[in-house]
């Protein structure tokens, strides 16, 4: 039975030392992480408990490094790149939540260009500015007319 580890998991045992052992593996047109532990053979996985698939092996090796692994075997026996076209699975749902991101950056964009353009026509507004002392007595007046409109 082949053992699995996530990323947290490969972290942690990297760190205590249970690691004896790394390779990537090819596997079709990616590669996977091979670990070799005190306890036996493991794989690195997703959070889905899927292998986890390195189309380039520079990713594989830069999270590898990252957590302290610095040598590794690199296994290509079972590696076929022209095979990675055949294995793209199309992702609907990237390409909508893409699309959305992509709107929702255009809509903060569009805010900014206009709240910017109110900021500038405030600034070269050439009527005087209100000075924070004269506020209590405009507000006293405007409430005043409210009153007055209300009937109270």
């Known amino acids: 039975m082949m053992h699995t580890l996530n990323f947290a ?9 249970g690691v004896t052992d790394v390779t ?3 596997d079709g047109a990616a590669f996977v992480v091979s670990i070799q532990t005190r306890s036996g053979e493991a794989i690195m996985v997703t959070t889905r408990k899927q292998p986890r698939r390195f189309a380039d092996p520079r990713k594989a ?3 590898l490094r990252g957590i302290g692994l610095h040598e590794c075997r690199i296994d290509t026996t079972d590696w076929h790149p022209e095979a990675h076209a055949l294995e793209k699975v199309p992702r609907p ?11 929702a ?14 900021v ?3 600034l070269d507004d050439p009527r005087p500015a209100i ?8 507000r006293a007046q ?8 209300l009937g109270l």
């Open 9 to 17: 998991q490969l972290k942690a045992a990297t760190l205590c030392g």
């Open 93 to 103: 749902d990237r390409s909508a939540a893409l699309k959305a991101a992509h709107e």
């Open 105 to 118: 950056a255009q809509a903060d964009a569009d805010y900014d260009r206009w709240f910017h353009a109110k």
């Open 61 to 63: 090796l830069q999270l």
């Open 24 to 26: 990537l593996r090819g």
């Open 142 to 149: 405007r409430l005043a007319g409210l009153k007055q409109r």
């Open 120 to 122: 500038q026509a405030a």
């Open 131 to 138: 000075e924070p002392e004269d506020w209590p007595q405009i």
